[in-house]
C-alpha cells in the first residue's frame, strides 16, 4: 500500500545530542511536510518542501534543519535538542493542495 | 494571513448524541478547508474537504461539516456519535499554494 512512513516511531535522545528523524513515502508526492506537534496543542509546521525548493517556516529554530535527497525521502535533523522539543514530529506529503495532507503516524521524541 | 479557531478543546457526549464541534477561519483570500482526526498515537487522518461548489461536504462515516463563507466556519456536525468517534479533531485550512495550518484541536470523548 502506498503510505507515508516514519522511523522510529519512538526516539529518546539526550539533552544536546543530535537527532534525527526519518520520513519515506511511496506516494511519489512533490510535496513534503514536517510539522511539530506538542500535547494537546495543534501541529505546527516547521519546513516543507514543493519538490526540491525548501521553504522555513519564520518562527522555526534554527537548531532544526531537513534535508530532501530525493522526492521518498526527508529527515529532520535536531541539532541540539533541548528539553522543549519533545514533541510528536509528524511528516506529511501532498501532491495538491486540493487533496490535503497524507501523514504518517508520526515519532514521539523524549528528550531526556 | 490564515488562521483557524477552534472554539471548544473538549467536547463529552453521550453514545448516539448529536454533536458539532466548532471551526472558524479567517483568510482574505479563497481556501480550501479540511477536517482532520487524530487517534491516539497517530498520525492525522483526513475526514472531509470543501474546496467549491455545494456547501455541505460529507465523510463516508457519517460526519458531514458545512462552509458557511458570511460567517467564516466550518463546522463539523454527526447526528449520532459512536464510542469509536472518540479522537482528537482538527480544522485546517490551506495558506498560499502548498501550506496547512491547523487549529489547536477539539477532544471529542463519548461516554457510553
Known amino acids: 500500500d502506498a503510505m507515508v512512513i516514519q522511523n522510529p516511531r519512538y526516539q529518546v535522545t539526550q539533552f544536546g545530542k543530535p537527532v534525527t528523524l526519518s520520513c519515506s513515502q511511496t506516494l511519489n508526492h512533490n510535496v513534503m511536510y514536517w510539522y511539530q506537534q506538542k500535547s494537546s496543542q495543534a501541529p505546527k509546521l516547521l519546513f516543507h518542501y514543493y519538490d526540491k525548493d525548501f521553504n522555513n517556516e519564520a518562527d522555526t529554530p534554527d537548531n532544526f534543519q531537513s534535508r530532501r535527497p530525493n522526492t521518498s525521502f526527508c529527515f529532520l535533523d535536531i541539532r541540539s535538542p533541548g528539553l522543549g522539543d519533545a514533541a510528536m514530529y509528524l511528516c506529511?506529503?501532498?501532491?495538491?493542495?486540493?487533496?490535503?495532507?497524507?501523514f504518517g503516524q508520526g515519532t514521539r521524541l523524549t528528550v531526556v | 494571513a490564515q488562521s483557524v479557531t477552534q472554539l471548544d478543546s473538549q467536547v463529552p457526549v453521550f453514545e448516539e448524541a448529536p454533536v458539532e464541534l466548532r471551526c472558524n477561519y479567517s483568510?482574505?483570500?479563497?481556501?480550501?478547508l479540511f477536517w482532520y482526526v487524530q487517534y491516539p498515537n497517530q498520525g492525522l487522518q483526513l475526514l472531509l474537504k470543501y474546496l467549491s461548489g455545494s456547501t455541505l461536504v460529507e465523510s463516508i462515516n457519517g460526519f458531514e461539516a458545512e462552509f458557511n463563507k458570511s460567517q467564516t466556519s466550518f463546522h463539523l456536525r454527526k447526528p449520532s456519535v459512536h464510542i469509536s468517534d472518540t479522537a482528537e479533531y482538527f480544522c485546517?485550512?490551506?495558506?498560499?499554494?502548498?501550506?496547512?495550518?491547523f487549529g489547536s484541536g477539539t477532544r471529542l470523548s463519548i461516554r457510553p
Open positions: 506529511a506529503t501532498s501532491t495538491s493542495i486540493r487533496d490535503g495532507a497524507f
Open positions: 483568510s482574505s483570500v479563497s481556501v480550501y
Open positions: 485546517a485550512v490551506t495558506a498560499g499554494a502548498s501550506k496547512i495550518i
